[in-house]
T-cell receptor, first 116, second 111 residues
Framework: AQTVTQSQPEMSVQEAETVTLSCTYD???????LFWYKQPPSRQMILVIR??????QNATENRFSVNFQKAAKSFSLKISDSQLGDAAMYFC?????????????FGTGTRLQVFP | DGGITQSPKYLFRKEGQNVTLSCEQN?????MYWYRQDPGQGLRLIYY???????QKGDIAEGYSVSREKKESFPLTVTSAQKNPTAFYLC??????????FGQGTRLTVV
């Protein structure tokens, strides 16, 4: 079974600085999807970025980028020029492409604090 | 505007009662999922449905039931068999690109 591990329960960053959140996963599949979701205090889950395993190029969305290391099964999120509004829980998630095992599996989350 | 609507936002249940959480979407998505969120445990999958009139158990289905009679609706019933139902419940539907869109959640508290 697939698992997702986020080893940093809490992280903090100064406004305008860069922070990296870690995520590792375990799977025997060769093709899959990886996501980072943000959950602010409102508790609304928001998709931050998505990566398809067959793509070697790392995904980027404005200030958010990932470092996808398929062989190491690592999927870290880098937030550049951190803003106060980035403070939230961040969840890493894995999804299989198979219909029969079509689950979205989440890590336990990393709470990010942003200091002015 | 398209989206996912969960209701109610807050729900209180007495011991031994069944309660139903509503999840409605107008995004025309086939797949809908229910997750439970507890502090320090991330999101855990309760039930999911890939298509109308079909659904599968997730990792923590005991004490819960669902139905999928319409594409737009995927209600979750928390039965009296669920021993620790106090939690935050999130409903999601999935795009063709396998991205999840979430509702705003329901906070269930046993009183």
């Amino acid at each position: 079974a697939q698992t997702v591990t986020q080893s940093q329960p809490e992280m903090s960053v100064q406004e305008a600085e860069t922070v990296t959140l870690s995520c590792t996963y375990d799977t025997s599949e060769s093709d899959y999807y990886l996501f980072w979701y943000k959950q602010p205090p409102s508790r609304q889950m928001i998709l931050v970025i998505r990566q398809e395993a067959y793509k070697q190029q790392n995904a980027t969305e404005n200030r958010f980028s990932v470092n996808f290391q398929k062989a190491a099964k690592s999927f870290s999120l880098k937030i550049s020029d951190s803003q106060l509004g980035d403070a939230a829980m961040y969840f890493c998630a894995y999804r299989s492409p198979s219909y029969n095992t079509d689950k979205l599996i989440f890590g336990t989350g990393t709470r990010l604090q942003v200091f002015p | 505007d398209g989206g996912i609507t969960q209701s109610p936002k807050y729900l209180f249940r007495k011991e031994g009662q069944n309660v139903t959480l509503s999840c409605e979407q107008n995004l025309n998505h086939d797949a809908m999922y229910w997750y439970r969120q507890d502090p320090g445990q991330g999101l855990r999958l309760i039930y999911y449905s890939q298509i109308v009139n079909d659904f599968q158990k997730g990792d923590i289905a005991e004490g819960y039931s669902v139905s999928r009679e319409k594409k737009e609706s995927f209600p979750l019933t928390v039965t009296s068999a669920q021993k620790n139902p106090t939690a935050f419940y999130l409903c999601a539907s999935f795009t063709d690109r396998r991205e999840a869109f979430f509702g705003q959640g329901t906070r269930l508290t046993v009183v």
